[in-house]
């Protein structure tokens, strides 16, 4: 038997001293800078030579291994520091995602200010010069002398400066600028992003330091890049727009904390601020009555309550076809709500178009919205208003049962702190649990329509 052993060796190009770019034959000018006689021979070793010396893994036993508190890193954020579980774990790496313009640039830099740390923080920028980042940071007040920044899209070159500075934590904006020599595609493509993110990764890992990726995302909304990318990653952050000034950021993955959590902050000329009541930053503020369609419920967001607004408008079909437009809540959560209204209430909705919203921008996923849904719903359609400082929480069968929601306490008290006079709801799952007489209990979904819209 025969054995064929590939023979790998070194190629030559030529590499423009000025912008850096590189061609396979010298020329007497460079076509990307159109600078003369920039270009220098360049011996490109095989990517099977160029590979760093990986540290030997060896088993060790379970008890020695560092618990996760001793392993986090306060990120001088309260917000940031809940959604990734409890502040940054060192090693891990993370992947920042948001629409273009939202802030991502601005959470980070106010993030590697405020790291509590002695080491220092590498910042990478492939679209923005020093300067601009300097002018940021002017605006922001960051002042730090652990903050280095580094403009640079070659890959070699950031695995390099990581070597010799040794972060503690490094911010790459963004992924999708960095390439390698190796491939010869350009920066952007699935190759360039899967090898970049693989090699950065792989140096974050073996060192210890928190690695942040900052990504494009779609026109759909989704990461932009290989999917890959997102399983290679340790957490997944989305940073939305609530509405002009309030920013969420929330976890789509998190091997180190709980995905439910949602970090809220406000936009301003000093750079993003903490919000320090998110109970009712989502509450529209009105000074006459309350109009029709419209339903306030405590949701259960992670670890605390807070107070969100839903909005319905029923209007008749165009065109005898009936449709659904919802958002912040799925469209298929809508659509059976819909159907238990009809059903046990006998209010037609199958010829209506049903637009739902929840003021602020957003997302609700929890079964506690339910019942809310479905007295905006009947609000909307029989163009009648709930009664002022009225809340309600329940999750609803297709029976038309009002089931009990956990956390019933919390959610009462953060009603009464809020100023509300009534609460529809069923009975706690805690049966020794006293409701205050605000509380409107119920338990089906024609006795809570009676209750609470009775003045």
Avoid at 27 to 46: A, D
Avoid at 102 to 108: A, F, H, N
Avoid at 237 to 262: M, P, Q, T
Wanted: hydrophobic content about 40%; overall charge neutral; glycine content about 10%.
């Amino acid at each position: 038997m025969s054995h064929t052993i590939a023979k790998t060796k070194s190629k030559t190009t030529f590499l423009c001293t000025v912008c850096r770019h590189r061609e396979s034959k010298w020329l007497g000018r460079c076509p990307e800078c159109g600078s003369w006689n920039s270009f220098e021979e360049s011996v490109e070793q095989p990517a099977a030579a160029q590979k760093r010396p990986r540290a030997e893994s060896v088993p060790v036993p379970l008890s020695s291994i560092p618990t996760a508190e001793a392993l986090r890193l306060d990120s001088g954020m309260g917000e940031m520091n809940r959604v990734l579980g409890g502040g940054i774990m060192k090693g891990s790496v993370s992947l920042l995602a948001g629409e273009p313009g939202i802030g991502k640039s601005t959470l980070m830099l106010q993030l590697a200010a405020g790291i509590d740390s002695a080491g220092r923080v590498l910042y990478i920028s492939g679209e923005e010069s020093p300067a601009q980042i300097r002018l940021r940071a002017d605006r922001l007040g960051v002042r730090s002398d652990r903050i280095e920044i580094f403009s640079e899209t070659e890959l070699s070159a950031l695995l390099g400066v990581c070597e010799k500075l040794k972060p503690i934590v490094v911010i790459l904006d963004s992924i999708q600028t960095v390439y390698s020599g190796d491939i010869g595609s350009v920066p952007g493509t699935v190759n360039q992003i899967k090898l970049c993110a693989q090699e950065l990764i792989d140096w974050a890992k073996t060192h210890g330091a928190a690695l942040f990726l900052v990504g494009h995302v779609t026109k759909e909304g989704y990461i932009a890049g290989p999917k890959v990318v997102e399983h290679m990653v340790d957490t997944v952050l989305y940073f939305d727009s609530g509405n002009a000034e309030i920013r969420l950021l929330h976890c789509g993955k998190n091997r180190f904390g709980s995905v439910d959590e949602i970090g809220i902050f406000e936009m301003g000329e000093q750079g993003l601020t903490q919000v320090e009541n998110p109970a009712a930053v989502f509450l529209s503020r009105r000074t006459g009555d309350q109009p029709s369609g419209v339903a306030v419920a405590p949701i259960y967001e992670g670890s605390r309550i807070l107070l969100v607004e839903i909005q319905s408008l029923v209007v008749a079909a165009k065109g005898g076809v009936s449709r659904v437009f919802s958002e912040r809540i799925d469209s298929a959560r809508v659509s059976r709500m819909a159907a238990v209204l009809e059903k046990h209430l006998k209010v037609r909705l199958s010829d209506q178009d049903i637009y739902v919203n929840v003021g602020g921008g957003i997302r609700i996923g929890e079964v506690g919205v339910d019942l809310p849904l479905c007295l905006s719903l009947y609000s909307a359609r029989i163009n009648q208003p709930l009664p002022a400082l009225t809340a309600s929480v329940g999750e609803i069968s297709l029976a038309g049962e009002v089931h009990p929601v956990g956390h019933l306490e919390r959610r009462l008290r953060a009603v009464r702190e809020m100023g509300f006079k009534r609460l529809v709801s069923p009975v706690g799952k805690d049966k020794q649990l006293q409701l205050p007489d605000f509380c409107l209990p119920v338990s089906t979904i024609a006795e809570a329509v009676r209750n609470g819209f009775q003045s």
